[in-house]
């Protein structure tokens, strides 16, 4: 399992990171989400998570996101972030493309270019994105850009911090859900152990309203992430979306100081659909946000090389059925985390034209998620 790229940049002059700061809120009235927020500052206290993890159950079972609030991690260390990112998407081509992700072999480590067409629009997806292995040695040899070398005691700190603070005791509250030891759903995503977990920077560059209603014509579908956990810091721009219970879209609003989380589908496989990988997508901004480019920054948590995709043994889904015999047979072949979010990421990244997807499905040994538009 080889990362895609082994040299760093031999250049040492800095590279100066501008101050990036949040634009103004949208002034439209937007038909937001109802998302319960989540406050772990409450963790430690007295019945603190048995609290939480009653406040989380409606939003891990049944709509797949909610906000996390009184996480610790002070919106400076959020905002230079942002501003790395900021920087690193005003580098040249050439240096961004120094590092691609090897989509060949499933592995999202490094950039990702908008370059692929969006059926036969004649309109290029608008999304770069640059991805970050958590800091580990498994991942040592992953080439670095130019910024991110510079930077990378700051990346790796703040990598490691959000996994403590909020990732962790996500999963914590989530196995007290599922009556499980507390410490087991964390430790199948051990942020030491081997994973494709990231941190990546994101943008949605900016494009006119006929290309944007040109792309939306061909589709308004959605997508599920392909992991476990995904954290997204508020950035204020509009256009995240979620398909509600009920089948209605509706968009996600940004909280200050606060991190959108959603679960994705390995943690739906783990627990044989009782946690919900819901769909969501990004639409075009509203109209006094049309001309800005939507900057991201996001952690995703995936299940690693010792992470096995069956069935949990959690007792709840034991007593609502979700845990058949064939799940408690140990001598049943499996497969790992690694191993399906690979597969995953090939097949919907390694192509040159977005196709349309609704209706179909993705297969590997035995994990079948539905496609809904890539």
């Given at each position: 399992?080889?990362?895609?790229a082994?040299?760093?940049?031999?250049?040492?002059?800095?590279?100066?990171i501008?101050?990036?700061?949040?634009?103004?809120?949208?002034a439209?009235?937007l038909?937001?989400?109802?998302?319960?927020q989540?406050?772990?500052?409450?963790?430690?206290?007295?019945?603190?998570?048995?609290?939480?993890?009653?406040?989380?159950?409606?939003?891990?079972t049944?709509v797949?996101?909610?906000?996390?609030?009184?996480?610790?991690?002070?919106?400076?260390?959020?905002?230079?972030?942002?501003?790395?990112?900021?920087?690193?998407?005003k580098?040249p081509?050439e240096?961004?493309r120094?590092?691609?992700?090897?989509?060949?072999?499933?592995?999202?480590?490094?950039?990702?270019?908008?370059?692929?067409?969006?059926?036969?629009?004649?309109?290029?997806?608008?999304?770069?994105?640059?991805?970050?292995?958590?800091?580990?040695p498994?991942?040592?040899?992953?080439?670095?850009?130019?910024?991110?070398?510079?930077?990378?005691?700051?990346?790796?700190?703040?990598?490691?911090e959000?996994?403590?603070?909020?990732a962790?005791?996500?999963f914590?509250?989530m196995?007290?859900?599922?009556?499980?030891p507390?410490?087991?759903?964390?430790?199948?995503?051990?942020?030491?152990?081997?994973?494709?977990?990231?941190?990546?920077?994101?943008?949605?560059?900016?494009?006119?309203?006929?290309?944007?209603?040109?792309?939306?014509?061909?589709s308004?579908?959605?997508h599920?992430d392909?992991?476990?956990?995904?954290?997204?810091?508020?950035?204020?721009?509009?256009?995240?979306?979620?398909?509600?219970?009920?089948?209605?879209w509706?968009?996600?609003?940004?909280?200050?100081?606060?991190?959108?989380?959603?679960?994705?589908?390995?943690?739906?496989?783990?627990?044989?659909?009782?946690?919900?990988?819901?769909?969501?997508r990004?639409?075009?901004?509203?109209a006094d946000?049309?001309?800005?480019?939507?900057?991201?920054?996001?952690y995703?948590?995936?299940p690693?090389?010792?992470?096995?995709?069956?069935?949990?043994?959690?007792?709840?889904?034991d007593?609502?059925?979700?845990?058949?015999?064939?799940d408690?047979?140990d001598?049943k072949?499996?497969?790992?985390?690694?191993?399906?979010?690979?597969?995953?990421?090939?097949?919907?990244?390694?192509?040159a034209?977005?196709?349309?997807r609704?209706?179909?499905?993705?297969?590997?040994?035995?994990?079948?998620?539905?496609?809904?538009?890539?």
């Amino acid at each position: 399992m080889a990362p895609s790229a082994i040299e760093t940049s031999p250049e040492a002059t800095p590279i100066p990171i501008k101050a990036w700061a949040r634009p103004d809120p949208t002034a439209v009235d937007l038909d937001w989400a109802p998302l319960v927020q989540i406050d772990l500052s409450r963790f430690d206290e007295p019945g603190g998570k048995e609290e939480l993890a009653r406040q989380l159950y409606d939003a891990v079972t049944r709509v797949g996101f909610w906000v996390v609030v009184g996480h610790g991690i002070e919106d400076e260390r959020v905002l230079q972030q942002f501003s790395i990112g900021n920087a690193f998407f005003k580098e040249p081509l050439e240096e961004k493309r120094r590092f691609p992700c090897n989509f060949a072999e499933g592995e999202y480590f490094g950039y990702r270019e908008n370059s692929r067409w969006i059926g036969e629009t004649g309109v290029k997806e608008n999304i770069e994105m640059l991805n970050i292995p958590k800091a580990i040695p498994a991942w040592d040899n992953v080439g670095r850009h130019r910024i991110v070398q510079q930077n990378y005691d700051e990346i790796a700190s703040f990598h490691r911090e959000l996994f403590d603070k909020v990732a962790r005791k996500l999963f914590v509250l989530m196995s007290i859900i599922l009556e499980l030891p507390e410490d087991f759903l964390a430790k199948a995503h051990g942020y030491d152990e081997i994973s494709d977990d990231h941190l990546r920077y994101m943008i949605y560059n900016r494009r006119s309203k006929e290309d944007w209603d040109r792309v939306e014509a061909y589709s308004k579908g959605g997508h599920t992430d392909f992991g476990s956990l995904t954290l997204l810091f508020s950035q204020h721009v509009a256009g995240l979306q979620i398909r509600t219970p009920e089948g209605e879209w509706k968009y996600v609003k940004p909280v200050t100081g606060g991190i959108t989380c959603n679960v994705a589908d390995t943690l739906t496989f783990l627990t044989n659909g009782f946690l919900k990988s819901t769909v969501h997508r990004v639409v075009q901004p509203p109209a006094d946000q049309l001309d800005l480019n939507r900057l991201g920054l996001l952690y995703f948590v995936r299940p690693g090389d010792n992470t096995v995709m069956k069935t949990v043994p959690s007792p709840l889904l034991d007593r609502l059925g979700l845990l058949t015999e064939d799940d408690k047979n140990d001598d049943k072949p499996t497969v790992s985390g690694t191993e399906y979010v690979r597969a995953r990421v090939k097949d919907v990244h390694y192509k040159a034209v977005i196709d349309k997807r609704e209706g179909t499905s993705f297969e590997f040994k035995g994990l079948k998620v539905q496609n809904h538009y890539a």
